[in-house]
């Protein structure tokens, strides 16, 4: 995954939108959601992505699903099974640098359509903090610690606040696949709906509900997904399986940072 560096044509209003109702949910605030028009507009522009994207893969034109280099579940998987191995066989200080290496090869948000490129750009800003960070910190333990000790483990921006991010955005991912797994049908909105309830939704006011409700609607099927991932069903399958198993102790390690600290992770 590649930080950064974005494409620097002008972002789709229905991106720019997300992205200022991201901005607002993480300072706390509010913002009024037309959620039927939104939903309307977004269902209409993700039509023409979902079209356009199937048929380019089809004929090998699309930088997205032609690149066969690329395959992003192998990736995530391979970056968190040694991480996994570690909490397992008893580590007790994980490593900064290795965790937000590992954290950024996560990127299957910007698969899920335009509407939550937003989503994705929030958790790489979160990840280049931590990175920065490895540079002259050695481990999680150290990193939350300081932060205590500065007296800004709430504070907006702080390494610590930003970990809660990042853990949250792997547990979403992580139960987002054990919804895919499990689903028969075509239909993605009900595994991505079922993971949003579970890790967001008690953290966002009604007017992010409503945005989020909306983009739904754009998550596009499955079948489109997996052929963007470069994989079959099967395989792709596979591949969620090994980032599930590798992913849950990781999130439990960092879930019991906060909480043998008494600093909650509900906030």
Known sequence: MVVGG?????????VVAFEAL??????????????????????????????GEKKKSRTGKSNMAG?????VLQKMAAAFEPLAEWVVSGGVAME?????HACAQVSILKYLGNAFKFGQKDY????????????????????????IQHGCVRQLGSHTRNLLKVKRGL??????????????????????????????????????????DAAMHAVPPKFLLFELLNEDEDSAKVKMQRFIRASGPVIEYIEELFISRQLGIDW
């Open 22 to 51: 991201a901005e607002v949910a993480t300072s706390g605030g509010s913002v009024a959601v037309h959620s039927d028009v939104l939903r309307s507009n977004t269902e209409k522009k993700e039509l023409r992505i979902h079209k």
């Open 96 to 100: 900064l640098g290795p965790f937000a």
């Open 67 to 71: 690149n066969r280099e690329e395959k």
């Open 124 to 147: 790489e800003s979160k990840i280049v903090d931590l990175m920065e960070a490895s540079n002259s910190i050695a481990t999680l333990n150290d990193m939350i610690e300081l932060d």
């Open 171 to 212: 547990d979403v991912i992580k139960t987002l696949f054990e919804e895919i797994i499990k689903l028969e049908g075509n239909s993605l909105r009900n595994a991505a709906s079922v993971a949003y309830t579970k890790v967001f939704a008690l953290h966002h006011g009604q007017d992010i509900k409503k945005a989020v």
């Open 6 to 14: 974005e494409d620097q044509k002008p972002l789709p209003k229905i």
